[in-house]
Every structure is written in C-alpha cells, then in structure tokens.
C-alpha cells in the first residue's frame, strides 16, 4: 500500500536543496536523451572499426530502443517501491558502466550488449527523473521553472546530441560517443547522494505486479520491434506483422489483468483521466513528426547540401535556441496562468506551421532563408508544448504512482520514436523510388542522374514531411479536445484532477498529491 505523508514533512515545507538536486536531475536528462541522437552520428565509423555487418548495423539503434521502451513501466514502478533518489543513482552507475562497455567494445556482441544494458538503465533513471521533479516541486510556480527547463532538455537535447556527435567523431574518435556519459553520469550521481531528498510517503510498498511486468515487457518489445521492423522488412512482411499481432494481444491481456488487480503494475487511473491520456497520446504523435523531421534533415544537410557532421549539428542550434526559450520563457511563464491547452495546441499549431516551411525543400534551398526559420518556429512551438505536457503528465497524480505515470511519459516518446522512423521512413522512400520511375528516362547523361537522384530523395523528404505536418494537427486537436486542466497551477485544495475527471474507481484510496501540485 502507499506510505501516507510524514507530518515532519508536511511542515517541514519545500526542500531548501530542490533547486540543487534539479541540476543534477537535468544533467542525467540531457546524458539519456543525448544517447538517444548521439551514437547514430558515430554509427558508420563503429561499423567499420567492429566489422559490424549491414544486416545487423541496426541492431546499434534496436538494441537499446528494445531494452528501454520494454522495460519504462518495471523501471517507473521500481522507483516508486525503492525510492526514486536510489532508482536514479543505480540507473546512472549502470548507465555509465554499459556506457564505457560501449567504449571498449572490440567486436558486435559486446556493442549490442552495452546498447541493451544503456537501454535497460535508462528505462531506470528516465522515470526516477522525472518522477522526483514530480514530488519535489509541488507549488504552481515553481513546478513551472523546473519543468521548463525539464521541457527543454527533453526537447532540444536530441539535437544537442547530434552537435556533440559530429565533434566527438570528426576530432575524436566514434568511442568518445559512449565515453562522454561516465563524466556526465559521475556528476549526476554525486551530486544526487548529496542534495537530493526525496519526500517520505511518496513510495509505493505494494507488492510488485509481476504478470504485469512480464505483459508490460513483452508488448512494448513486440510493439517497438514491430515498427524497427516494418522500416527494414516492410510492413506487409510476415515478421512484421506478427510482431503487431504479438503486441496487440500481449498490451491487451495487460489491460485486463490490471484492471482486476489490487495493486497493478499501472493503475489504469494513471492513463484514463482525460488530461494525462491526452497528454500522452498527443506528446507521443508530436514525437513522430520530430524524429522524422531530425532524420530527413539530418540527411538532407549531409547528404544534399553536403554538410560535415559537425557543420550539421550546428545547424540545429536554432531549433534547439527555439525550443529552450519557449520551454523556459513561453511555457514556464504562462503555464500557472492559463489552461495548458492554451499553451500546448498553439504550440502545436506553431510546429506545424515550420514543419509546413520544410515542405518546400529543394534541391537548392537556402538555409537561411528556408530552414532557419522553420527551425525557429518548430523550436518555440514544439517548447511550448512539450514543458506543460511534462508537468500535466505527472500532474495529478498520487505521489505512489509517480514513478509509473512519468514512466508513461517516456514510454510515449520511444514507441512515438520508433513510429516516426518507420512510418516517415517508409513514406520517404516510397515517394522517392515513384519519382526515380517517373523521371528517369529524362536523365540520359551522368550529371543529370546524379542530379535526378538528388531530387528523387528531397521529394522523399518533403512528402514524407507533409505527413508530420498533418500529425502536429491531429496532437494540436487531442489537445483542444481532451486536456481541460493547467499544467501546473495551485488549486483548491481537495478537488483533484482525478476526482474532476472521475478516474478514481470506487474503493480506491484517497489522494494523496498536496493540494499546491494540483
């Protein structure tokens, strides 16, 4: 059952250190996500140096989206029964250790497995994180800033990460990319034993929900590999569906078992209240569009223009500056002031108005003209959105649950992830093989069918881009249709979220999230 709150606790008020401690909570952030862009730079020269073959090079990418969609909801729920200051700084001590395995790998097999172990702590410590925000930050305003920088991290660290990658590998070595995370890790995890003081009565001491974990487990691997699948196999292959199948039963049977259950592994509260469902099924479509956006423009700078890797981060920067200031000066200033739909679907809209730019990529297009301020606008819309979204995500919810709820907040973005890729990709290469067909009979020399192949793989790109401006639409509607709440102000106290919603079944126990988190 979960703890119920120290009186010691109560009147001790905020924790004099909650500024401190979320420095370090945002340095292990930036480390997960950065991972997430940063070994894909440095893909191709570890390839070659560990004699990775073409078939298995994906396995890199697959190996730790596996291990981290798979396991969020087990490692959320650990935090909650273990406590989140211990389940954050086991995750960063195993992070770093499968991080330097990564470094020294000298063949495959030790590669995949330092990927699937990074994969298997991070889906520790990415909830843990979020999770101690959650119960340590519980006044509007300050909930507020701390998500905002929270938001910005999430948002603009992918694009960090390609920065860093391009400079690691062209002036380093590909190692490096693994190596970097021991000092970032090492950082986080002192300075986490030394200021970090997780609120008592937040753990959850039900006994762990094994059934659950196993279906969990089970359905997201199906579920993520499915999508990694269909972008090498094809989606009509019988693999692929299979693996569609397998997830749909496996999620399916979840469902039912934790809805019979005392103490479930995710307690079906934590996704039907209308605001957090709408916040995880929009975020998880807003992901789509943007790992679509990062790989075709990562590609088109490199491949097209023929940017360096380094010169290809630095391209981003405006997105990443975009994101940043509207996470920390849009979305934190207003988020106690208004609803947070009235922050997230702009946003949205904002997105989908630079994405709309990208559509008209060419061959020659300029980047200051075109791309800069597509960039701009995706980065103030998409940091908008995305800080609300992570304070409404775990807004509301019993300080027992917080663990898993941001766990679903993680696990929304990787599934999203493994969607974009696929389904964008698919899209991409679709629509550049129709218009190879379509013109290829009009490139009779040598320079016009370099030319023809060029354009053949920007009109993948744009059409391909089309799609994620209509999935920006569609987050930007659940959003004005689901999320009634604000993302982080005071509230009377005793009226919750959950109880406005009527997500709480009869017999449950009462709230326990202080009435200044609502």
């Given at each position: 059952?979960?703890?119920?709150?120290?009186p010691?606790?109560a009147q001790?008020?905020?924790?004099?250190?909650?500024?401190?401690?979320?420095?370090?909570?945002?340095i292990?952030?930036l480390?997960?996500?950065?991972d997430a862009?940063?070994?894909?730079?440095a893909?191709?020269?570890?390839q070659?140096?560990?004699?990775?073959?073409?078939a298995?090079?994906?396995?890199?990418?697959?190996a730790?989206?596996?291990a981290?969609?798979?396991?969020?909801?087990?490692?959320?729920r650990?935090?909650?029964?273990?406590g989140r200051?211990?389940?954050?700084v086991t995750g960063?001590v195993?992070?770093?250790?499968?991080?330097?395995l990564?470094?020294?790998?000298n063949?495959?097999?030790?590669?995949?497995s330092?990927?699937?172990?990074q994969?298997?702590?991070?889906a520790?410590?990415?909830?843990?994180?979020?999770s101690?925000?959650?119960?340590?930050?519980?006044?509007?305003?300050e909930r507020?800033?701390?998500?905002?920088?929270?938001?910005?991290i999430?948002g603009?660290g992918?694009?960090?990460?390609?920065?860093?990658g391009?400079?690691?590998?062209?002036?380093l070595?590909?190692?490096?990319?693994?190596?970097?995370?021991v000092?970032?890790?090492?950082?986080a995890a002192?300075?986490a034993?030394?200021?970090?003081?997780?609120?008592s009565?937040?753990?959850?001491?039900s006994?762990?929900?094994?059934?659950?974990?196993?279906?969990s487990?089970?359905?997201l691997?199906?579920l993520v590999?499915g999508f990694?699948?269909?972008?090498?196999?094809?989606?009509?292959e019988?693999?692929?569906i299979?693996?569609?199948?397998a997830?749909?039963?496996?999620?399916?049977?979840?469902a039912g078992?934790?809805s019979?259950?005392?103490?479930p592994?995710?307690p079906?509260?934590v996704?039907?209240?209308?605001?957090?469902?709408?916040?995880?099924?929009?975020l998880?479509l807003?992901?789509?569009?943007?790992?679509?956006?990062?790989?075709?423009?990562?590609?088109?700078?490199q491949?097209?223009?023929?940017?360096?890797?380094?010169r290809?981060?630095?391209a981003?920067?405006p997105?990443?500056?975009?994101m940043?200031?509207?996470?920390?000066?849009?979305?934190?200033r207003?988020?106690t002031?208004?609803?947070?739909?009235?922050l997230?679907?702009?946003?949205?809209?904002?997105?989908?108005?630079?994405?709309l730019?990208?559509?008209?990529?060419?061959?020659d297009?300029?980047?200051?003209?075109?791309?800069?301020?597509?960039e701009?606008?995706?980065?103030l819309?998409?940091g908008?959105?995305?800080m609300?979204?992570?304070?409404?995500?775990?807004?509301?919810?019993?300080?027992?649950?917080?663990?898993?709820?941001s766990a679903?907040v993680?696990?929304?973005?990787?599934?999203g992830?493994?969607i974009?890729t696929?389904?964008?990709n698919t899209?991409?290469?679709s629509?550049?093989?129709?218009?190879?067909?379509?013109?290829?009979?009009?490139?009779t020399?040598?320079?016009?069918?370099?030319m023809l192949k060029?354009?053949?793989?920007?009109?993948?790109?744009?059409?391909?881009?089309?799609?994620?401006?209509g999935?920006?639409?569609?987050?930007?509607?659940?959003v004005t249709?689901?999320v009634?709440a604000?993302?982080?102000?005071?509230?009377?106290p005793?009226?919750t979220l959950?109880?406005?919603?009527?997500?709480?079944?009869?017999?449950?126990e009462?709230?326990?999230?202080?009435?200044?988190?609502?």
């Amino acid at each position: 059952m979960p703890e119920t709150p120290s009186p010691a606790d109560a009147q001790a008020g905020p924790d004099p250190r909650r500024w401190k401690a979320l420095a370090f909570i945002a340095i292990a952030q930036l480390m997960v996500v950065l991972d997430a862009t940063i070994v894909n730079i440095a893909l191709p020269s570890a390839q070659a140096d560990l004699g990775i073959s073409d078939a298995n090079r994906q396995w890199v990418i697959t190996a730790y989206a596996l291990a981290f969609g798979g396991l969020l909801l087990f490692g959320g729920r650990i935090a909650d029964m273990w406590g989140r200051k211990r389940a954050f700084v086991t995750g960063l001590v195993g992070f770093a250790l499968a991080s330097a395995l990564g470094g020294a790998a000298n063949g495959e097999v030790m590669m995949l497995s330092a990927r699937a172990l990074q994969g298997a702590f991070g889906a520790l410590l990415a909830p843990a994180a979020l999770s101690l925000l959650a119960v340590m930050f519980t006044d509007g305003k300050e909930r507020a800033k701390a998500f905002g920088i929270y938001g910005a991290i999430a948002g603009g660290g992918g694009a960090i990460g390609l920065i860093l990658g391009g400079v690691l590998t062209e002036y380093l070595d590909w190692r490096w990319t693994f190596y970097v995370n021991v000092p970032f890790a090492a950082i986080a995890a002192l300075g986490a034993i030394s200021v970090i003081h997780e609120p008592s009565g937040t753990r959850n001491r039900s006994a762990l929900d094994i059934p659950g974990v196993v279906l969990s487990t089970l359905g997201l691997v199906s579920l993520v590999y499915g999508f990694t699948r269909a972008e090498t196999d094809g989606w009509s292959e019988g693999g692929t569906i299979g693996m569609f199948i397998a997830a749909f039963v496996l999620l399916a049977a979840f469902a039912g078992v934790e809805s019979r259950l005392r103490a479930p592994l995710l307690p079906l509260r934590v996704v039907t209240d209308r605001n957090r469902g709408g916040v995880y099924l929009s975020l998880g479509l807003a992901v789509i569009a943007m790992f679509g956006l990062f790989l075709f423009l990562t590609y088109y700078l490199q491949v097209v223009k023929d940017y360096s890797p380094v010169r290809t981060g630095v391209a981003f920067l405006p997105m990443v500056a975009g994101m940043i200031t509207g996470s920390t000066q849009i979305g934190a200033r207003l988020m106690t002031r208004v609803p947070a739909r009235l922050l997230m679907a702009p946003g949205f809209l904002t997105a989908a108005v630079g994405m709309l730019m990208l559509t008209q990529l060419e061959v020659d297009s300029s980047y200051p003209a075109l791309i800069l301020p597509a960039e701009v606008l995706l980065g103030l819309g998409l940091g908008t959105a995305f800080m609300p979204a992570m304070s409404l995500a775990t807004h509301g919810v019993r300080p027992s649950d917080a663990g898993v709820a941001s766990a679903m907040v993680n696990t929304s973005q990787q599934v999203g992830g493994a969607i974009g890729t696929a389904l964008l990709n698919t899209i991409a290469a679709s629509a550049t093989t129709s218009y190879v067909t379509a013109h290829v009979a009009e490139a009779t020399t040598k320079p016009a069918q370099q030319m023809l192949k060029l354009e053949a793989m920007v009109h993948g790109y744009t059409s391909a881009i089309w799609w994620a401006v209509g999935i920006l639409l569609v987050s930007a509607t659940i959003v004005t249709v689901l999320v009634n709440a604000r993302g982080g102000g005071n509230q009377a106290p005793g009226k919750t979220l959950e109880g406005e919603a009527g997500s709480d079944r009869p017999g449950d126990e009462p709230e326990l999230v202080p009435a200044a988190m609502h």
